[in-house]
């Protein structure tokens, strides 16, 4: 079966500091990849998906970056943090091959940027 | 394009009484319809889907679905709402097949009374 992993669970990060979460998939074969941010009363935004190694798609213009370095491996970093980028970071993963492929989502990270 | 409204923010209702989330959709495809529940500081997890097999989809946890396509609508229901049924629900709508654009709606937070 297929599980899907993120961490850390929580983190707590000052203002300017860098950021790397990872997810990682088991069980499945090049999987479309999504980052989500799901901040307070504001639902889930889509911030980068992912169709292959190195294939990286941006949703919206952000402080944020998103990287594939192997094919079930999906990082979210960045070099600076923001205020604004404190949230609720959920990875999913859906099966390319699949005409009706709901997602799978991870356990989450939460982000408190201080 | 494609949307997705939930109609409700917060829906209350006292436990063993019957749940109803509302959600509209639109999309120029024939789409694929999902709900999702979250509870807090967790990942999402897959209710029930509508892939067209079937109007009335029935999921987890005793909830169901049925799709409406003359009123563009995919209510979840559960007749008898139980204390764990308190949680975040999303409706998502998703175009089929080749890259799944996904579009969650801004979710109901469901509240169970004892």
């Known amino acids: 079966s297929q599980t899907i992993h993120q961490w850390p669970a929580t983190l707590v990060q000052p203002v300017g500091s860098p950021l790397s979460l990872e997810c990682t998939v088991e069980?499945?074969?090049?999987?479309?990849l999504y980052w989500y941010r799901q901040a307070a009363g504001r639902g889930l935004q889509l911030l980068f998906y992912s169709v292959g190694i190195g294939q990286i798609s941006s949703e919206v213009p952000q402080n944020l970056s998103a990287s594939r370095p192997q094919d079930r491996q999906f990082i979210l970093s960045s070099k600076k943090l923001l205020l604004s980028d404190s949230g609720f970071y959920l990875c999913?993963?859906?099966?390319?091959?699949?005409?009706?492929?709901?997602?799978?989502f991870g356990p989450g990270t939460r982000l408190t940027v201080l | 394009a494609q949307s997705v409204t939930q109609l409700d923010s917060h829906v209350s209702v006292s436990e063993g009484t019957p749940v109803l989330l509302r959600c509209n959709y639109s999309?120029?495809?024939?789409?694929?319809l999902f709900w999702y529940v979250q509870h807090p500081n967790k990942g999402l997890q897959l209710l029930l889907k509508?892939?067209?097999?079937?109007?009335l989809v029935k999921g987890i946890n005793g909830f169901e679905a049925e799709f409406k396509k003359s009123e563009t609508s995919f209510h979840l229901t559960k007749p008898s709402a139980h204390m764990s049924d308190a949680a975040e629900y999303f409706c998502?709508?998703?175009?089929?097949?080749?890259?799944?654009?996904?579009?969650f709606g801004i979710g109901t937070k469901l509240q169970v009374i004892p």
């Open positions: 998502v709508v998703s175009n089929s097949g080749g890259y799944q654009k996904v579009t």
């Open positions: 999309s120029s495809y024939s789409p694929s």
């Open positions: 509508y892939t067209s097999a079937a109007t």
């Open positions: 999913a993963w859906s099966d390319r091959l699949a005409v009706y492929n709901e997602q799978f």
């Open positions: 069980g499945t074969s090049n999987p479309n």
